[in-house]
Nanobody, 121 residues
Framework: QVQLVESGGGLVQAGGSLRLSCAASGIIFSINRMGWYRQAPGKQRELVATMPSGGSPNYADSVKGRFTLSRDNGKNTMYLQMNGLKPEDTAVYYC???????????????WGQGTQVTVAS
């Protein structure tokens, strides 16, 4: 069983910062990519940042220069540092791992439960 648990969301004033964490547990044989998505009320889930295994992060245009995706392999934890937050960043943020549990298992998207980020103007 693969579990992803997010933390670090909350209420912040515009211009402030938050750091989201995503702790992974369980056995994953191979990870293709991992990243963060968000979903605002009434909108579709959208990509915030993603990082292919062994590669560099890619960011949505709306967060470039403000958000930083990083990973601590030793702790099986992924982070999203969010600076210069804007009211339009308000959403539920989900961490995502695209991987496979065993060599014969298909690649699957695993999701955390989500953490709310609210940016007040």
């Amino acid at each position: 069983q693969v579990q992803l648990v997010e933390s670090g969301g909350g209420l912040v004033q515009a211009g402030g910062s938050l750091r989201l964490s995503c702790a992974a547990s369980g056995i994953i044989f191979s990870i293709n990519r991992m990243g963060w998505y968000r979903q605002a009320p009434g909108k579709q889930r959208e990509l915030v940042a993603t990082m292919p295994s062994g590669g560099s992060p890619n960011y949505a245009d709306s967060v470039k220069g403000r958000f930083t995706l990083s990973r601590d392999n030793g702790k099986n934890t992924m982070y999203l540092q969010m600076n210069g937050l804007k009211p339009e960043d308000t959403a539920v943020y989900y961490c995502n791992v695209h991987g496979k549990r065993t060599p014969s298992f298909p690649y699957t998207d695993y999701w955390g439960q989500g953490t709310q980020v609210t940016v007040a103007s």
